[in-house]
T-cell receptor
């Protein structure tokens, strides 16, 4: 029973390139959350999606960042024209429902911008 | 402002001792969750306590919740070197309809063998 799978584990991009982070939720989970963690800090909520719908994107930067969770396939967090400040660990979590259920996290993608 | 502030920021104890970490938050909640994070890894869910619950146990873990004080504590009894990790509390704000979690800065626990 696989947990939340994220890939790649490590991603290196040069400034101005695009970064694509993928997340496959646990089997049976239709709720996906993306969080960002800067060094020595806690996680910051970015976006919450259900299949094909963005429910809450209040934590997403207004520009360059987008997320999707298509009917088939993994959820994708996309960062266009990356800048040094985008360097962080990006975690995906999934849950069975949105209320009073634990969120199960993947091991994250560590994004480094050169 | 930030929900879920943990205290202390760092804790160092000997194996076999108990470790207590505290968390305070600011708004009404549906539930509060505790997570553990080992270096370079994702978060592992430990315990979820709902707003109408006062105490919960899981193995060597004991969580309390005081909604009047807006605080929670995580107690790890008979600690082991393998408990060395960062511990985060996270709140699911009442009235929010998305289940998004607000995390604190975490407590770094070191258990010396």
């Amino acid at each position: 029973n696989a947990g939340v799978m994220q890939n790649p584990r490590h991603l290196v991009r040069r400034r101005g390139q695009e970064a694509r982070l993928r997340c496959s939720p646990m089997k049976g989970h239709s709720h996906v959350y993306w969080y960002r963690q800067l060094p020595e800090e806690g996680l910051k909520f970015m976006v919450y999606l259900q299949k094909e719908n963005i429910i809450d994107e209040s934590g997403m930067p207004k520009e360059r960042f987008s997320a999707e969770f298509p009917k088939e396939g993994p959820s994708i967090l996309r960062i266009q024209q990356v800048v040094r400040g985008d360097s962080a660990a990006y975690f995906c979590a999934s849950s069975e429902s949105r209320e009073n259920q634990p969120q199960h996290f993947g091991d994250g993608t560590r994004l480094s911008i050169l | 402002s930030q929900q879920g502030e943990e205290d202390p920021q760092a804790l160092s104890i000997q194996e076999g001792e108990n470790a207590t970490m505290n968390c305070s938050y600011k708004t009404s909640i549906n539930n509060l969750q505790w997570y553990r994070q080992n270096s370079g890894r994702g978060l592992v869910h430990l315990i979820l306590i709902r707003s109408n619950e006062r105490e919960k146990h899981s193995g060597r873990l004991r969580v309390t919740l005081d909604t009047s004080k807006k605080s929670s504590s995580l107690l790890i009894t008979a600690s082991r070197a393998a408990d060395t990790a960062s511990y985060f509390c996270a709140t699911d704000a009442k009235g929010g309809n998305t289940g998004k979690l607000i995390f604190g800065q975490g407590t770094t626990l070191q258990v010396k063998p």
